[in-house]
Antibody
Framework: EVQLVESGGGVVRPGGSLRLSCAAS????????MSWIRQAPGKGLEWVSR????????GYSDSVKGRFTISRDNAKNSLYLQMNSLRAEDTALYYC???????????WGQGTLVTVSS | DIVMTQSPDSLAVSLGERATINCKSS????????????LAWYQQKPGQPPQLLIY???TRESGVPDRFSGSGSGTDFTLTISSLQAEDVALYYC?????????FGQGTKLEIK
C-alpha cells in the first residue's frame, strides 16, 4: 500500500523556521516526482513546491519562493520542506503528494499542521 | 498563472439525483501535440486529504464509481455525479497540471438536499 506520512509541523513565531518531512513507503520513491500542497484552515488548496525524481525540476509558488526549499533523500525515501521567514499567512495543513509523470497528484498524505502565530 | 474558477461554490442535490460541477480555466489546458486536457478532479471528505477522481479531464481513476464522470475540453470542464449517494457529500476541486504553478479551483461543496 502506498503511504505518505508527513511530520514536523507545529507552532512557530512569525519569522521563524520549520522543517517538514514526508516519509514514503509502498512504492519505488525514486521513480516519482513529489510536491507539497497546503490548505489554510477552511480554505482551498494551494500548490507550494515540486521536485523531480532526481532532485531536479524544482519549482515554487510565488508566495513561498525565496523562503522555502524543497529537497529529497531517495536513500531514505523522504521528502522535505525547509520553511524560513514564516508568516501568519503560511498557517496551513501541509500535504505531501506523489506526482504522476503528467503531474497530477496521487496519493496525498494526511498532512501536518503548521501554525504561525505570536 | 492559470486561474481555475468553479461553479457553483455550493450545491445541494437530492439523493439519487444528478449533480453537476463546472470548472473554467483562464487559458486552455488542452495540449495540442497530444490532444489531452491537463485537468484533474479531486474529492475531499471532512478531515481527509483530497483523493483523485478523474484525470485527463475524463479518465476515471481506478476504483472510482462509474457514477462519476468528467467532460469538457479547452477551458470548460464538468464533473457529473449521475445519481448522488450519501457518501458523495464532500468538497470537489478541479486542478490544472498544464503548467506551473499548478492551480486549483476554489472548491465546490456538495450537500444532500
Amino acid at each position: 500500500e502506498v503511504q505518505l506520512v508527513e511530520s514536523g509541523g507545529g507552532v512557530v513565531r512569525p519569522g521563524g523556521s520549520l522543517r517538514l518531512s514526508c516519509a514514503a513507503s509502498g512504492f519505488t520513491f525514486d521513480d516519482y516526482g513529489m510536491s507539497w500542497i497546503r490548505q489554510a484552515p477552511g480554505k482551498g488548496l494551494e500548490w507550494v513546491s515540486r521536485i523531480n525524481w532526481n532532485g531536479g525540476g524544482i519549482g515554487y509558488s510565488d508566495s513561498v519562493k525565496g523562503r522555502f526549499t524543497i529537497s529529497r533523500d531517495n536513500a531514505k525515501n523522504s521528502l522535505y520542506l525547509q520553511m524560513n521567514s514564516l508568516r501568519a499567512e503560511d498557517t496551513a495543513l501541509y500535504y505531501c503528494a506523489r506526482m504522476t509523470p503528467a503531474n497530477w497528484f496521487d496519493p496525498w498524505g494526511q498532512g501536518t499542521l503548521v501554525t504561525v502565530s505570536s | 498563472d492559470i486561474v481555475m474558477t468553479q461553479s457553483p461554490d455550493s450545491l445541494a442535490v437530492s439523493l439519487g439525483e444528478r449533480a453537476t460541477i463546472n470548472c473554467k480555466s483562464s487559458q486552455t489546458v488542452l495540449y495540442s501535440s497530444n490532444n489531452k486536457n491537463y485537468l484533474a478532479w479531486y474529492q475531499q471528505k471532512p478531515g481527509q486529504p483530497p483523493q483523485l477522481l478523474i484525470y485527463w479531464a475524463s479518465t476515471r481513476e481506478s476504483g472510482v464509481p462509474d457514477r462519476f464522470s468528467g467532460s469538457g475540453s479547452g477551458t470548460d470542464f464538468t464533473l457529473t455525479i449521475s445519481s448522488l449517494q450519501a457518501e458523495d457529500v464532500a468538497l470537489y476541486y478541479c486542478q490544472q497540471y498544464f503548467d506551473t504553478p499548478y492551480t486549483f479551483g476554489q472548491g465546490t461543496k456538495l450537500e444532500i438536499k
